[in-house]
């Protein structure tokens, strides 16, 4: 059974730092593809930061310098270290793992808030 268990989320305030964690079980971070998503009330769910199985990321426009994906394959842990937070990063932020046998698994999501 996979279980995506996202954790971190809090209060943080405008141009704080805050790092979310996202542990995996039942599925190898290592040969998964890891994304981190995030919807804001009203909005559409979309994607912050993602990292391929072979290392390779990608972010966002509105993320790029501030955040970053990182993965720790012996702790099953995908991090968000996320920097510079600005009042729209505020949203629920979920983990998302697309498994090499192309089965895709969801987290119930930590919150974020930002304080201006």
């Known amino acids: 059974q996979v279980q995506l268990v996202e954790s971190g989320g809090g209060l943080v305030q405008a141009g704080g730092s805050l790092r979310l964690s996202c542990l995996a079980s039942g599925i190898a971070v290592s040969t998964s593809a890891i994304g981190w998503y995030r919807q804001a009330p009203g909005q559409q769910r979309e994607l912050v930061a993602r990292i391929t199985a072979g290392g390779s990321t990608n972010y966002a426009d509105s993320v790029k310098g501030r955040f970053t994906i990182s993965r720790d394959n012996a702790k099953k842990t995908v991090y968000l270290q996320m920097n510079s937070v600005k009042p729209e990063d505020a949203a629920v932020y979920y983990c998302?793992?697309?498994?090499?046998?192309?089965?895709?698994?969801w987290g119930s999501g930590t919150p974020v808030t930002v304080s201006s």
């Open positions: 998302n793992a697309l498994s090499w046998y192309n089965r895709e698994y």
